[in-house]
């Protein structure tokens, strides 16, 4: 085994006396003997707890859905693992390396071989400093984070609630409420695909309506269209639905900058205060500047886990400068949801993390919890995850096990 410069009890003693400002030179020096010594690139299932139907676009979207991880581990005992993929020729040249070699501390970014999966060396080098993820970047949020639920699916289409759809609906409102929601996103745009175009609209509204006189006037409501709708059928619901009060109306049509300009300048002149969000399809941060530029949107959505933390936080630091908003898009990931808590923690104009109600027993996640629309997000080194080993052994599939 290769020696450290500094035991790991020592180490930990340093890293967490100093101020993380003033502790990066000593966390380098204590860091220089840490090596990689074993890499497991592996998938681990989770479930839903409903079946989610369709959107406009997709089909039934199931009760189940998994997150691929790239577990890291070091000859001082630390292991760092998250969302990642790697071929497994890379992860062999990684064996024996430095960690915090890919790391740069100051500039909040990860180089090297992980392209945007860069979560695991990140929770590795927040466990081996005793510091966690939000406060290597940056610690700028608010100590609890805003939360909705996405899961609002088009219950209606599903056979077993074809009948009785208002109180399927009503059903969801409560699993969430009592899941520690006060917001919901709820889906739209039957009338893309899987209805008449009419009748479709029709039971947008239909549903919406439901929705809000149950939940009542205090619980936050978004849409997202998927792109189900173009500009003149988005004002056009609108037209119907505005005494819902909805709070934002995510990928109504097709994203271009003149038409998010004239949607915003619609619900300006209809008096409405719905915020326009999206992004969600975006390869990278860069593609946001032109609607940026002109506030074409005002919450951008790039993807968690495909931007991984470095471009969210890129564009985090694009949308401050015109005050805009920051509310990364992530669904069918269980890790998608605590990365995007770490995010809220770590930047000041975040909006909301999209939670799907997904679980798992391999996952252990002390410290994190949900109650009034708002999670708390722990201080645990790291992103706070750990792994209970005999669920991993009887559930997880190990693509590859690398060791020195």
């Known amino acids: 085994m290769i020696k450290t410069s500094l035991a790991r009890r020592d180490f930990l003693k340093v890293s967490l006396a100093v101020p993380f400002t003033t502790s990066l030179a000593l966390a380098k020096e204590a860091a220089s003997g840490v090596r990689i010594t074993r890499i497991a690139h592996c998938r681990i299932p989770t479930k839903r ?42 992860a062999e040249g990684l064996i024996g390396k430095n960690p915090f070699d890919f790391l740069d501390l100051k500039a909040k970014k990860v180089s090297g071989p992980f392209g945007t999966d860069t979560m695991p060396v990140w929770d590795l080098a927040g466990k081996i400093l005793g510091k966690p993820i939000h406060a290597m970047l940056g610690g700028k949020g608010t100590a609890k984070v805003p939360v909705y639920d996405g899961s609002i699916y088009f219950a209606d289409l599903l056979p077993d609630y074809a009948s009785k759809w208002k109180d399927r609906f009503r059903e969801e409102i409560d699993m969430g409420i009592k899941a ?26 239909e549903v919406l309506r439901t929705i809000r006189k149950h939940a009542g006037p205090d619980i936050l409501i978004g849409i997202d269209a998927n792109n189900g709708y173009d500009l003149a059928g988005t004002k056009g619901l609108f037209g119907e639905i505005g005494e819902i009060d909805i709070a934002f109306a995510e990928e109504m049509f097709p994203e271009t900058v003149e038409h998010c300009l004239a949607f915003k300048a619609f619900l300006r002149e209809s008096k409405l205060k719905t915020l326009v969000a999206d992004g969600e399809s975006h ?81 252990i996640a002390d410290g994190y919890s949900r109650k009034n629309g708002l999670a708390t997000v722990p201080d645990t080194p790291g992103c706070g995850l750990r792994i209970d080993e005999k669920a991993f052994a009887k559930e997880a599939k190990v693509f590859y096990d690398l060791k020195a």
């Open 180 to 205: 520690g929601h006060t917001a919901f996103k709820v889906k739209v745009g039957r009338g893309a695909k899987w209805m008449d175009r009419k009748a479709g609209d029709r039971r947008d509204v």
């Open 49 to 90: 707890s409903k079946l989610a139907g369709k959107n406009s676009r997709g089909g039934v979207h199931g009760d189940s859905s998994g997150d691929v991880l790239l577990r890291l581990f070091t000859n001082s005992g630390h292991e760092g693992f998250g969302h990642g993929r790697m071929q497994r020729k890379q």
């Open 283 to 363: 390869k990278e941060a860069s593609t946001f500047k032109p609607f940026v530029k002109a506030r074409a949107i005002e919450i951008l959505q790039g993807d968690m886990k495909r931007f991984g933390f470095e471009g969210i936080m890129e564009e985090s630091a694009m949308a401050a400068e015109e005050n805009l908003l920051v509310a990364p898009h992530n669904w069918g990931s269980l890790v998608g949801y605590y990365m995007q808590l770490q995010v809220g923690r770590a930047i000041p104009n975040f909006y909301r993390a999209e939670h799907d109600p997904l679980s798992t027993p391999i996952l």
